[in-house]
């Protein structure tokens, strides 16, 4: 009996020690590749495989301020604190730079002074521009004389305004489109101004006195911003209206300023909002969907849910108690017409993890979610600097705790503690930005860390397929989907189909280069498609309409 409890005893600390770094890795389930993510208190940003091993690694002369991106030309965008005294809230940052494979600063732009400064997030556009989203400060004179009750209104006001900076040089920069919110505001309060009308009657304005506050200067506090090419919109999070908001990128900067023009033919203003309808007087707190959340994205194309938008709900004072959620809505056409039907549909998410869960999950602040080619989900718990990828079901299939901290790398066996990470994002094996580079891993970033130890990746050539050679049709389909594999069919692949919710309802093995499924035994709508080669996958939208 003794020596079973000393074994129980080295066993039980064994396990306990396992901290930091790499703690789940189930290969079977989860989606392989590489995760990209900036430690909040340091000045690296990292690129780690699934074992959790070191591939890559940047240098910065600034800590993040908040996200980085990898972009399709291997360049790292990566966005610094300039240490603005004026708007000192969280998130501020001020920097926006461009790092090369090699770590060299390849072009640096500044947005921080006395009234404006950038902060939370920026994102690359397809033309090379750049959108960053940035506090702009307002005297409270100037509040006052839109309608904001001078009661609630404090020494100044920090609205928000969206850049496109188009770079130049090392240094220089255009910023050759802009929004301002402050062009877009109502109020119900001071009917001798010239914004006063109905707030619920005009939900494409921002209420000047939502949630205001004589002690708060960060009124609305933007924490994400995201492009749709397709669509020629950004979505934009705001943290303090529990609100994601819709805006017409088509318009030219004087039409951003006004309310008509553009693709919209609605200018600047608000084209869709989801989350808290009461910011326009059309719910209350029992119908409110969002809870001080971030990172809102569209879901790219060829991936499950794709073109709808995905959210880190955080779930901070949310009613019945406090926890996260991620969720996913689909927005009404996802087009132009987002329809006058108030509050705005759908009436519910289309998917979410983790509901009703109140002691499972918790992320009070910062944090993200991003959906996977294989319809998992990867998200980072910001403040516990947490990566967990999970299932369509919501099952862990990896798990990867952050061990960098302000001072120093934490030891395997350290309780981990101000390891925070804003969020952390995933790029598959055949992404164009790995083309031609070193992708051999390295170290753990950890002293030492038995689950990488026992890792192993392997990655054969058909992580580089070449997707097309694969023929889907017919798209929409009536009796038969026809499947073309091209080259594929010579290795092993396998087929999944997937409905809208992102169940699985289907799956197989083919044994030949043309196969087919039948349409006979399923509802008609949109399913999704996902062919997997090696540890590569791709997916592809389909419509059933029998």
Not at 36 to 45: D, G, Q
Not at 261 to 278: E, F, P, Q, V
Not at 427 to 449: H, K, M, R, V, W
Request: proline share 4%; hydrophobic share 35%; net charge negative.
């Amino acid at each position: 009996m003794k020596k079973v409890i000393i074994l129980f005893l080295v066993v039980a600390n064994q396990l306990q020690a396992q901290t930091v770094g790499l703690l789940q890795h189930d290969a079977e389930t989860l989606d392989d590749g590489y995760v990209l993510f900036a430690p909040m208190n340091a000045n690296k940003t990292y690129l780690v495989d699934k074992c959790g091993k070191q591939v890559k690694t940047w240098n910065s002369a600034y800590k993040p301020a908040l996200s980085v991106y990898l972009l399709p030309d291997g360049t790292l965008l990566h966005s610094g604190k300039a240490n603005n005294t004026t708007f000192t809230a969280g998130g501020n940052g001020g920097i926006i730079e461009k790092i090369d494979w090699n770590g060299n600063v390849t072009w640096t732009y500044t947005v921080s002074d006395a009234l404006r400064c950038q902060h939370h997030d920026v994102k690359a556009l397809p033309n090379g521009n750049v959108l960053v989203i940035a506090w702009e400060s307002k005297t409270n004179a100037q509040a006052i004389a839109l309608g904001r009750n001078p009661s609630l209104v404090p020494t100044t006001v920090w609205s928000e305004q969206i850049l496109e900076i188009q770079p130049v040089g090392a240094t220089g920069g255009n910023v050759v489109w802009e929004w301002h919110a402050w062009d877009h505001l109502a109020q119900d309060f001071d009917a001798t101004k010239s914004n006063f009308s109905a707030i619920a009657s005009n939900p494409q304005l921002i209420n000047i006195n939502y949630n205001a506050s004589a002690i708060e200067k960060d009124w609305i506090h933007l924490n994400s911003v995201d492009y749709n090419p397709a669509l020629d919109q950004i979505v934009v999070s705001s943290h303090s209206f529990s609100e994601i908001w819709i805006i017409d990128h088509s318009t030219t900067t004087a039409e951003a300023s006004g309310h008509a023009g553009g693709n919209s033919g609605k200018g600047g203003d608000l084209l869709y909002r989801w989350g808290n309808a009461a910011a326009y007087n059309s719910g209350t707190n029992a119908t409110r969907k969002f809870w001080l959340q971030h990172d809102a994205h569209w879901i790219e194309n060829g991936l499950p849910f794709a073109n709808q938008i995905m959210v880190f709900n955080n779930g901070n004072s949310r009613t019945g108690g406090n926890y996260s959620t991620v969720e996913i809505v689909n927005t009404p056409l996802n087009g132009f017409n987002y329809g006058t039907t108030l509050p705005y549909l759908p009436s519910d998410p289309s998917w979410i993890f983790n509901q009703g869960n109140t002691n499972n999950y918790y992320a009070q602040n910062i944090s993200g979610a991003q959906q996977l080619s294989n319809g998992n989900v990867l998200m980072c718990n910001g403040p516990t600097g947490t990566f967990t990828e999970v299932t369509t079901s919501g099952t862990t299939v990896w798990k990867y705790i952050n061990p960098v901290t302000p001072n120093s790398i934490l030891s395997q066996g350290s309780a981990p503690s101000q390891n925070l990470v804003f969020k952390s994002i995933f790029y598959p094996t055949n992404y164009s930005g790995f083309e031609g580079q070193n992708l051999t891993a390295g170290n753990t970033i950890e002293n030492s860390n038995t689950v990488s130890d026992a890792c192993n990746l392997t990655f054969a050539a058909t992580d580089f397929v070449l997707w097309d050679e694969v023929r889907v049709y017919p798209n929409p389909t009536v009796d038969n989907l026809f499947l073309n594999l091209g080259d594929l069919s010579k290795s092993k692949i396998q087929v999944q189909l997937y409905n809208s919710l992102g169940q699985l309802v289907y799956e197989f093995i083919p044994s030949n280069n043309e196969t087919l499924i039948s349409t006979a035994n399923y509802s008609n709508g949109i399913y999704y498609i996902r062919i997997s080669s090696g540890n590569s996958s791709k997916s592809f939208k389909v419509i059933f309409n029998k």
